[in-house]
């Protein structure tokens, strides 16, 4: 069974700190996708970050990154010098890579980020 | 180019309306998905279509829910005989062709008096 995990359930920090939000996933699937959403306030969902079970390297974009490790089964996300803007939910979310599979995302149930002033 | 559009956004009904949500994919994206969020939850999958096509309906309750994706026009998800549980932020995605990334509308929170 496909499964993902996000422990924190709430996290605040001041505005500057650097966050990272945890994400631990369980699949049986030899290729999978892994994914970072937002959903800011406003409700939206907001696409971040698409990750293959192939691609291990690390990613930065601007002031996010993300730190895949097959090993541990954990796919991390880092906001560095945070902003009240990213106050939000983050859903990390895992899919399978065969045809059948890969028709659905599987979510964690979610980190509510809120970054104080 | 349109991102996915979902209507209404805000739906209100009584016990034992029907709910009817739209969407509209994204221009180019020949598959939907609809998915659940209940308050304080992530998002659950609920059913993929394709273009007059069910695909997969396993995350779908058995009774009352229903979706289509008609040759011409939106995706419709439908409801029967709402009951307050089913109260709730209604998602639709859309994927192109290669199906790498689902592109998600801003939702539909049904409100069940």
Known sequence: AQKVTQAQTEISVVEKEDVTLDCVYETRDTTY???????????????????????????????????????????NFTI?????????????ALSGGGYSSASKIIFGSGTRLSIRP | ???????????????????????????????????????????????????????????MPKERFSAEFPKEGPSILRIQQVVRGDSAAYFCASSPPNRDIQYFGAGTRLSVL
């Open chain 1, 33 to 75: 996708y892994l994914f970072w959403y937002k959903q800011p306030p406003s409700g939206e969902l907001v696409f971040l970050i698409r990750r293959n079970s192939f691609d291990e390297q690390n990613e930065i974009s601007g002031r996010y990154s993300w730190n895949f490790q097959k090993s541990t089964s954990s796919f």
């Open chain 1, 80 to 92: 560095t010098a945070s902003q009240v803007v990213d106050s939000a939910v983050y859903f990390c």
């Open chain 2, 1 to 59: 180019n349109a991102g996915v559009m979902q209507n209404p956004r805000h739906l209100v009904r009584r016990r034992g309306q029907e709910a009817r949500l739209r969407c509209s994919p994204m221009k180019g994206h020949s598959h939907v998905y609809w998915y659940r969020q209940l308050p304080e939850e992530g998002l659950k999958f609920m059913v993929y279509l394709q273009k007059e096509n069910i695909i997969d309906e396993s995350g």
